[in-house]
């Protein structure tokens, strides 16, 4: 009787752990926001539409990926993808970065756990505000996006640090 006491508090607990994961972005940026420590908020000297046009192209050049064990030099079974969503109107546009692993046994979002999610506005002539939330595993990639944000650096950040 107690072995099955026990079991059905692991199991509790790792349901309760599952419920945590966020499955939109508006639940991500929330969980951020409690834990405080993963985001930013800065504003860059370019226009708008020169800064979403920046990241719609970063965003599918360095954030849509696939990552492969490598075995005897050769590339082995694909475990992990890298997904980014941009969505833009004339007055707010925003990247989302995503990441499924292969074998997760609880529930996250249909293309995998979000990363990062970042807004941007407009806010006077050539200036573009950005909002950036993410978590520990993205800074690398919060950091490649606050260079494409300014236009100063325009490279990628290493997806196999991500995990």
Request: one cysteine or more; glycine letters at 8%; proline letters at 5%.
């Amino acid at each position: 009787m107690k072995i099955k006491n026990i079991a059905a508090i692991f199991v509790a607990a790792g349901l309760a752990g599952c419920a945590a994961v966020p499955m939109t972005p508006t639940e991500f940026r929330q969980a951020v926001r409690q834990d405080g420590e993963y985001m930013e908020t800065y504003t860059v000297s370019r226009p708008f539409g020169e800064v979403a046009r920046t990241m719609k192209k970063m965003g599918d050049e360095c954030l849509n990926f696939t990552l492969a064990s490598s075995r005897d030099g050769r590339t082995g079974r694909p475990w992990a993808w890298g997904r980014s969503t941009f969505n833009a109107s004339p007055k707010h546009a925003e990247l989302l970065f995503q990441i499924k692993v292969e074998h997760r046994i609880d529930p996250t979002p249909e293309h995998g756990e979000y990363y990062l999610a970042a807004d941007f506005t407009p806010v006077g002539a050539g200036r573009t505000k950005v909002d950036v939330f993410y978590w520990d595993r993205a800074v690398d990639a919060a950091k490649a996006l606050k260079g494409w944000a300014t236009g100063d650096m325009l490279g990628c950040a290493d997806a196999t640090q991500m995990f």
